[in-house]
């Protein structure tokens, strides 16, 4: 087992037992499926429909199941945001931002906001979640090919931004394995497309996001949910028979109920009509997109007569990560889909060149720091979070 992937095992160990608050009887984790198991999964979810009208009854209900599964309704309140943005840095193309908001009252998002220096009327936006990737020295949301992938969209004309899994860099508010991390992060993430959209510089029908592993998770989730997601690029994540292995991914009946049964590879077809590129590896729960999850997929898109809207970049020889030449992939097909400038990254051969960046300290990127405070009302704890999410 390759060492990318012991954070999200690890993650796994813990699930279970952090999960133990909800009706774990319902609960698809890990490798809940076989591969064999995961590929009849989807011939047999294939059966229930045949068409664009019986496809939206059964996505109706697989989207419904996810809004239960997480203990909450589409209308839930959006609080105020009390965004803060400050201690703006000017680099090559681009700028940076340290910001929070408040997903729900006393909880903050904390994140960096990427901009472009060309100065044009409006911006494509991107969110960029990270999975379960750490270093000793930067948080996740800080990582060199975080900085590097939030830096050459920005340079490319989006607005990014980039923000913490609870738990990681400055989202310490809870735990990363509270047991209904899942529902948390989802709130977040719907906030964040709340927070983009209230910059007026921002194009609010063209809102992008991206991530890989747990950040993927985040990514296909968001966008079934969110109709104001345009364009999607989940990373070496979705599987017919892999269900995630974190409480924040898989630990709340988001797959199943006492009368339905999905998947990821439903959850991230959700997404149809709307662009998404798959982004798949040889060396995990990814490695049968090009035969089993991406044909699936493309099969609901030609119900709509749209398949040419949705992509595979699979590379075969490769790891869990979020490298160079998924990043490349990235770039490409958002350019495509959101008019952006992807010669502001190529070199004079053409190729990908993301040399301009420059890598920020961790401490630089921090917007709560000595100086700067979090509110004192914030509140603190896994109780608490629990307690102020009950309310929603």
Known sequence: MKSTLLPILLCLLTSFTAAQSVDTTLLCQGHYFTEAEGKTALERFARTYHDQASWEIRATRIRRGIWQGLGLTEHFER????????????????????????????????????????????????????GHFQEDTYSARTREDMQKRCASLARMGAIVLAYDMIGYGEANQTSHKHPKAAALQTVNSLRAVDFVTSLPEVNSQQIAVTGASGGGTQTFLLTALDDRIAVSVPVVMVSAHFFGGCVCESGLPIHRSVDHQTSNVEIAALATPRPMLLVSDGDDWTKNNPKVEYPYIRNIYRLYGKEELVENH???????????????????????????????????????DESFATIIPHNQLQVFTDQHPRPKYAIQGDQAASNLLSTY
């Not at 945001?81 to 904390?110: C, H, M, W």
């Not at 990560?321 to 004079?348: C, E, V």
């Open 79 to 130: 609080t105020p945001l009390n965004s803060i943005i400050r201690g703006k840095q000017t680099f090559d193309g681009y700028t940076v931002e340290n910001v929070a908001f408040e997903s729900l009252p006393g909880f903050f998002v904390t994140g960096n906001l990427y901009r472009p220096t060309k100065v044009k009327s409006s911006y494509p936006a991107v969110l960029s979640p990270h």
């Open 314 to 352: 699979h590379l075969p020889d490769e790891e869990h990560d979020y490298g160079p030449s998924k990043r490349n992939a990235m770039y490409r097909f958002l350019a495509k889909h959101l008019s952006l400038s992807l010669d502001r990254i190529q070199n004079n051969e053409g190729e990908i």
